[in-house]
């Protein structure tokens, strides 16, 4: 036996159970992968055999659609990957791979599709241990009080996350509680191309959420995955007569009775970590655009609400205790706090003043004559109430009316 065999069969005998158990799994996946590709490569030749010449011509065609219905073990809904394609840049740049895997040992399921110019067309990485969802939570409900600015459309679970692209985070009752004694969670990190907006990848991060929870063993219903004109475009306002009803009933009142004023409400079906609404003037700005709001209503639930409350506390000059929330008001923020599904939940106020920035319009702001500290409470607590009563929450604290 040579000095290199040798060297081999040692190092192979050094291994643990858990080296070759990992060194078998990646070699099993690297396997799978090949398998893909060829299926995709095989499915492409029989192409170009039924077409004859013309084969050559449509063969890109035919791996486009091959790869479309084989992405994400065949969760993609109709007509999404023509959205996320041309999210990638170039709608007419042909798709090259599609790679799933799943590994229940990490707990994650990932999907990806790239096309022939070497770009991203969508991502989706899923995870499902409480580490691993902690920390992809921290990125966006940071120890600074940056928090994502809107929750997603069609009553699903999840936020446009702060650095791009879209995060669901539904429940996975099958896989049992965590060490906390809390219902599991994913945490599904959904990405598309560069020019790809959140409401083009809602549908799909929905479908995908839904295979991820098969694989995952989450045992759940699925989440409703929204209908195609939800990728077409962002999701416009309704007037805020529209608020009445809704746990965000509050921006239907006082100052944002009648015609001129529009709202943004993104109220979840279930568990979720996000609520969010928001009011603005109805109408655009001079560049088009729709007014900037003048004021928001948040949900936040979870753990991640502690820190998120603790700085904006800090921010506000407020006395805070770190190891337990403590509503407040101000004259621009206000605060209450409660716990819904064994987590700890915050339900903020935010209003945009004129002293916040000396560039900002009389449109863009409202005048404490226009919502004063005693109409502020009066929202938060019909949102607070409202919340609560709707998601079972328990020890809702209200800031005091002084």
Known sequence: MSDAEEQQRGERESETEDERRERWRLAREADDRRRRRNRVAAWCGVGVLVLGGAGWIAEPYVQDRMITSDACDGALPDGSMDTLRAGAGDP?????????????????????????????????????????????????FQNNGAHPASALPGGLPGFEARFGGVALVPECPGLGKDAAGLPRRLFVDVLGGHGAEPHQLARAGAAVANKAAEKLGCDRDPLTVPARDIEKSEPEGVPSARAAGTTCAALARGPFRGAGWTV?????????????????????????????????????????????????????????????????????????????????AGFKLRVSREDEGSDMSDEQVLSREQLDREAMRAMLVSFAEKESAARGCTGLRLPSAD
Do not use: F, Q
């Open 92 to 140: 007419e740049a042909h798709l090259t791979e599609s790679d799933a895997e799943t590994d229940t040992d990490l707990g994650r399921y990932t999907c990806e599709v790239a096309n022939d110019e070497g770009g991203r067309v969508l991502e989706v990485r899923v995870y499902s241990r409480r580490d691993d969802v902690d920390r992809k939570l921290v990125r966006d």
């Open 264 to 344: 943004d409400l993104r109220i979840p079906d279930g568990p979720a970590p996000l609520t969010s609404c928001k009011v603005r003037p109805s109408g655009e700005d001079e560049d088009g655009e729709p007014h900037p709001p003048v004021a928001r209503l948040y949900g936040l639930y979870g753990p991640e609400v502690k820190r998120v409350m603790s700085a904006e506390a800090g921010h506000s000059g407020v006395r805070t205790d770190k190891t337990r929330m403590r509503p407040w008001l101000d004259d621009v923020t206000a605060w209450a706090t409660a716990r819904c599904d064994g987590r700890p």
